[in-house]
Each structure stands twice: as C-alpha cells, then as structure tokens.
C-alpha cells in the first residue's frame, strides 16, 4: 500500500478533541465495527442527563452528583487521546494505524494544526477534569455534612 487510505495523524487528534465523546475518532481509526466506539457515547448521554436533572430539579438531585461526573470524565479522556495522539511520532503512529505504509509516510507528521489541536486539548480537558473533580469532592463532602447533621439532630419524638 502507497499510503492510499492511510489514518492521518491530524484528522484523529481533532476527531478526540472535538467529537470523542462520542467515539468519532475511533469510527475513523479502526471502522464502524469498532464495539468500544459504541460505548463512548454512552457516559456522555448519561452526562448530560445529569446536567438536565439539575436544570430541571436543581442542585440537591443527588442522581445528577453521579451522572455529571461521567460527562466530564468523558471529555477528559476524550482530550488526553488526543493529547496521546498528537505526541505520537511519525514511525509509532504509522505503526500503530498505517501499517501498511512506510514508517516515513507524511500521514503520521505533526503539523501546525495538529500542534493547535494539543494545545486545545490540554486547555479543554483540563478544565473538564478539573472540574469534574471540584464537582464530585463539593457534592461529596457536602453529602457527609448533611449526613451528619441528620444523626446529630435529635429524635423529635
């Protein structure tokens, strides 16, 4: 094989960034048959229900502490593939997707645009990563304090 067809580095690192949540990048990397494509959207979906629940029933849905999380989770790791993708070299990548064309074949390069595409990646999963953490650790600790506050209170019968 020439290269006709070859994965090109650029295209998969902004597939992660702007469209691996839902599995995009690996559809384009490995096909439609590609089963951990198809589980990508799903904490993604189950995110998002969590940010409607809290739209809808506000911030004490404790059904909505659980489901959030997944969606920032997903975006993050979303992110850190494509960060791994756009810091693969030419030789790995083409090893990895293009094995059939040289180690050397230009679809493996690191271009400009794959460079703006890491740099939004760190920007973007960081943030998500970020605040997912801040999300679970708030939601967490205020669930204990409330908890504490029912076994201290007393009894009123």
């Not at 904490?43 to 506000?58: M, N, Q, S």
């Not at 997903?74 to 494509?82: E, V």
């Not at 029912?150 to 009123?156: F, L, M, N, T, W």
Request: charged share 15%.
């Amino acid at each position: 094989m020439s290269g006709a067809g070859a994965k090109n580095k650029t295209v998969a690192v902004w597939l992660a960034l702007l469209g691996g949540t839902l599995g995009l990048h690996r559809f384009y990397l490995r096909g439609m048959g590609d089963w951990i494509g198809w589980l990508h959207p799903l904490p993604t979906a189950l995110g998002w229900w969590g940010v409607e629940r809290v739209l809808t029933y506000g911030q004490d849905d404790k059904l909505s502490w659980v489901l959030i999380p997944l969606l920032g989770a997903s975006i993050a790791a979303s992110c850190l593939t494509a960060i791994v993708f756009a810091l693969a070299d030419r030789d790995k990548w083409n090893r990895w997707f293009n094995p059939a064309s040289p180690t050397d074949h230009a679809s493996g390069a690191t271009q400009w645009l794959t460079i703006a595409g890491l740099v939004f990646s760190l920007l973007v999963g960081t943030v998500a990563f970020m605040g997912t953490l801040a999300f679970s650790i708030q939601h967490y600790f205020q669930y204990q304090i409330e908890e504490a506050r029912k076994i201290s209170q007393p009894d009123p019968d």
